[in-house]
């Protein structure tokens, strides 16, 4: 499998598919303690949810991850757009260029649908293309929020 791999044009970051820079302790410090969307994810779930996906690295120039992303998709139809976010500290465009490098990748060119929930990133969203869901009584979903604590949903 190629690689892709990006430099920022003006700051000392890039952006990775290679699984080789991930810093999966930093990615969970922050995807399965922080984030409002995963907090509490077992640990073995995360690190499958990103090698069963298309996941990107952001890299600082220390060699520190500071960042990720990953593309849920079958590269042909259809690509969910999840677990995006760069450390506070990092802030300041990254995530918008970021994103903008994700959805250049060779993989999610084409597509039919792309889709992605947020909560209060909405505007970052929108410069792609990215607009609230125009028929939402055509999608559904089966929502387990107890699965990784064993409890029945």
Not at 42 to 60: K, T, V
């Amino acid at each position: 499998m190629n690689h892709f791999s990006v430099k920022h044009p003006t700051k000392s970051y890039t952006l990775t598919t290679d699984p080789s820079a991930f810093d999966m302790d930093a990615v969970y410090d922050y995807i399965g303690k922080e984030a409002y969307w995963s907090k509490g994810i077992p640990r073995d779930a995360m690190e499958r949810s990103f090698r069963h996906s298309i996941s990107f690295a952001l890299i600082d120039g220390d060699g520190t991850q500071v960042g990720a992303a990953r593309a849920i998709t079958d590269t042909a139809t259809f690509m969910y757009l999840a677990d995006v976010y760069v450390l506070k500290e990092h802030r300041g465009g990254l995530g918008t260029w970021m994103v903008g490098e994700v959805l250049k990748h060779s993989d999610l060119q084409g597509l039919r649908r792309m889709m992605l929930a947020t909560s209060g990133s909405e505007s970052l969203y929108r410069k792609f293309g990215f607009q609230c869901v125009t028929e939402p009584n055509i999608l559904m979903q089966k929502k387990q929020p107890g699965v990784y604590r064993g409890e029945d949903t």
